[in-house]
């Protein structure tokens, strides 16, 4: 019950990260390596604002103002200046480690006790189930936020723009535009989970954004072997249930005593797994059918 427990607020947090990953990972179908310089840029700036004597939203707030714009510099680069989109989150990723450092002044910032965070407004009297209220209600915010903006006029022309450039540009809208806030929002969300995260493991460090990436591809693949063909607020709900899960299997893996030094190989080999899956099931299925097709035949004759 611990690790249950313990894997669904951590996972709560992830998803915001995953959520932040799905929209230009689906949407602009780019795997934008930006996750894993915006992640720790969220983390570092509110840090750094909380020992300043930020309040713990404004904090927050402003970890994921530093993630658009992020996401900006990446929108800017892929649209403007048509460099290619994994080169382009390859070049943001890069320059956030130096940023990152500057914002910081050191490699880690540590939150002192004294230091008042998000999880602070809440007292229920145990550190974990202020994490879940907290992550709860952050998570049900971005995910009425999301679906009440891809409903408007501008993002329907955003997903448009996913679908079919062509014609969405033959339509009169600027794909460069609809691009750079799809960039923007989705950095913001994985630098708001990157702040959140800090917040609660009390520190922010310059490398916790490495893997980010290959977490929230996990988190989303499980949601889509889950379920499939869901509404875009369906699909966002299902993202938490992957993150959730896949916690679930790190802390099972960890309670098993592998070594987490090869914990990053085994976040290689389950993605690698899980991508694989779809192709495998499709397999069996197209030879289950061949299997009741010449069973039939082999009747009829």
Do not use: C
């Not at 992550?135 to 993002?155: K, P, Q």
């Not at 085994?266 to 069996?284: D, I, N, R, S, T």
Request: hydrophobic share 55%; glycine share 10%.
């Amino acid at each position: 019950m611990d690790i249950l427990i313990s894997s669904v607020s951590q996972g709560l947090l992830w998803s915001v990260m995953a959520i932040g990953v799905y929209l230009t990972f689906r949407i602009l179908d780019i795997a934008d390596m930006t996750a894993e310089g915006s992640f720790p840029l969220g983390a570092a700036i509110t840090a750094h604002a909380l020992v300043s004597g930020v309040g713990p939203i404004a904090a927050t707030l402003l970890g994921a103002g530093g993630g658009a714009l992020a996401g900006l510099v990446s929108g800017i680069l892929h649209t403007k200046f048509k460099i290619p989109d994994l080169l382009t989150g390859i070049l943001t990723m890069t320059g956030l480690y130096s940023v990152n450092l500057f914002v910081m002044g050191r490699a880690n910032v540590s939150l002192l006790a004294n230091v008042k965070t998000a999880f602070s407004l809440v007292d229920l009297g145990d550190s974990t189930w202020d994490t879940i209220l907290v992550g709860a209600v952050v998570v049900a915010i971005v995910i009425v936020a999301l679906v009440y903006f891809f409903n408007t006029e501008m993002g329907l022309a955003a997903r448009a723009v996913g679908d079919n450039q062509a014609m969405s540009a033959a339509n009169g809208i600027n794909n460069d535009t609809m691009k750079i806030i799809v960039y923007m929002v989705s950095n913001a969300l994985i630098a708001l989970s990157g702040s959140l995260m800090a917040q609660t493991n009390g520190y922010a460090d310059i490398s916790m954004g490495i893997g980010t990436l290959v977490i929230a591809l996990a988190a989303i693949i499980i949601a889509e072997i889950l379920v499939r063909n869901l509404s875009f607020g369906a699909r966002l709900v299902t993202i938490i249930v992957g993150a959730v899960i896949y916690r679930l299997i790190i802390a099972w893996v960890l309670d098993m005593g592998v070594d987490p030094n090869a914990l990053r190989l085994f976040y290689a080999l389950m993605l690698a797994v899980f991508l694989a899956l779809p192709l495998v099931q499709k397999g069996l299925v197209q030879w289950r059918e061949r299997r009741e097709n010449k069973a039939r035949m082999a009747k009829e004759d």
